[in-house]
């Protein structure tokens, strides 16, 4: 399912870079596709100043929004790309967590229409 990344998508990071002084969510574009799969990915303040050229690898980051497609990357894709770098015991404590919201979601529901119902 993974989608590689491609020049100008936009990224955010999945850890901190103490060094870059870039902490974990923070969003850069990626300028160059390096031929070992690494990206570099500039980081810049809202006045468009440089704060950090890094090379990043695809474990560290990911995509939001696609250049190719000028379109932000739905939520469920950016979840599924989160997923796709977990251990299957962790992939399995998100898809119960999953499932806890969706009955969760479906009680709500519930109780909004027996409520609507008795008021009427």
């Known amino acids: 399912m993974r989608t590689e990344p491609d020049l100008f998508d936009v990224v955010e990071l ?14 850069g574009a990626i300028v160059h596709c390096h ?13 468009g100043e440089t704060l950090a050229l890094c090379a990043l690898s695809y474990q560290q980051f990911i995509i939001v929004w696609r250049a190719r497609t000028q379109a932000w990357v739905p ?3 950016q979840i599924a790309a989160l997923v796709d770098r977990l251990p299957e015991r962790a992939e399995q404590e998100v898809l119960d967590f999953a499932r806890f919201l969706h009955v969760r979601e479906q009680s709500s ?7 609507t119902s008795s008021a009427s």
Request: aromatic fraction near 6%.
């Open 14 to 27: 999945l850890v901190d870079l103490p060094e870059h002084n870039l902490r974990m969510g923070a969003r």
């Open 35 to 47: 031929p070992d799969n690494t990206y570099e990915v500039e980081f810049t303040s809202e006045e």
């Open 75 to 77: 939520v469920a894709e």
């Open 109 to 115: 529901s519930l109780a909004e229409v027996l409520t």
